[in-house]
Nanobody
């Protein structure tokens, strides 16, 4: 059984930074393809960033050059460093393990003055 637990969300002013973490358990983390997705109120859940087992990354156009996804296989954790945050980044952020079609519970990120 796979479990994903996100943390690191919160309230931040525009231009600020947050770092999200997703702790994984239940399988061999290094073989997982992982991703971060987000869902704003009234909108669909969209891809933010993904990372392969080899460390190749992909980003949504809206977050390129501001967000960075990374992973630490030894700790079983995937991260999302978010810089230069904008109000439109406000959403619930979810961690996703693609190989198992498993979602975390989500963590709220609110960008507001």
């Amino acid at each position: 059984q796979v479990q994903l637990v996100e943390s690191g969300g919160g309230l931040v002013q525009p231009g600020g930074s947050l770092r999200l973490s997703c702790a994984a358990s239940g399988s061999i983390f290094s073989i997982w393809r992982m991703g971060w997705y987000r869902q704003a109120p009234g909108k669909e859940r969209d891809m933010v960033a993904t990372i392969t087992t080899g460390g190749l990354t992909k980003y949504a156009d809206s977050v390129k050059d501001r967000f960075t996804i990374s992973r630490d296989n030894a700790k079983g954790t995937v991260y999302l460093q978010m810089n230069s945050l904008k109000p439109e980044d406000t959403a619930v952020y979810y961690c996703y393990a693609a190989d198992y079609n498993q979602w975390g519970q989500g963590t709220q990120v609110t960008v507001s003055a």
